[in-house]
């Protein structure tokens, strides 16, 4: 990457509060982690706890296979399967996160985010932020690795611009108390979709307003999201007894951020 290129790449992500990141895996790498996730989705490789459905509070989809999840989610795919961090994201996942918030940066989590085909659940406008703990430092950057091409008609990710610079919106538990969700539309100033191809990824902010439309098509949508922030801050997390679902798989909101908003 050109000093021009990564400039680019940091300013956008600090006005906007994401920013497409490009090409992270090549087409044979990208092969390498479906056939891991898919050993995942089959129980292949033992999930327990750290599996759950982010689209529970919804009714299923007619025709959908039983068993098949609204959204499925699994909490610390390397933590359950180690061998996936000999696999290169983890290492290209470190040096973008270094280069947006910090050389600071740590993973401080990672999980694995699938739509099934026709499921056709969204998954609720939230921010990040109002599933964590308070934090003195508040930077944070996800990042989500598209495993298929992904539009807005499979689940590709819709952003809000700017959003990550004001407050935490107000969150509530969605109706079966399982998951979170804010008040939010596609019709928000700023809202963007972000199509990615298989192997691409786009980076954003812990506070930054984001959702996916339910995957209506014949197409798989399967993603993996790497979570980073600063060492120091993941220490203090770990102290306060929050792992993110490394040994309790629990969603609600933590921190209701009046005074929130990205450095």
Known sequence: MTVSAHLDLVSAFREDGFVFAGTLLTADEAEAYREIYDRFLAGEIESGDKRSDLGSHAPRADGVQAGVE??????????????ILDLPLHGRGLALARALIGDDAMLDFDMLIHKAPHTAVPTPWHQDAAYWIDLPDTRAVSIWVALDDAGPDNGCMWYVKGSHTRPLRPHRPTSDGKNIECDCSEDEPGATPVPVRAGQGVAHSGSTLHYSRGNTSDRLRRAYILNYRPAAMIRLEREQGADHGLNVN?????????DQAAD
Do not use: D, Y
């Open 70 to 83: 609204n959204i499925t989610q699994i909490m610390w795919p390397s933590a359950l399967h180690p061998p």
């Open 250 to 258: 629990e969603r609600k909101v933590r921190n209701t951020g009046a």
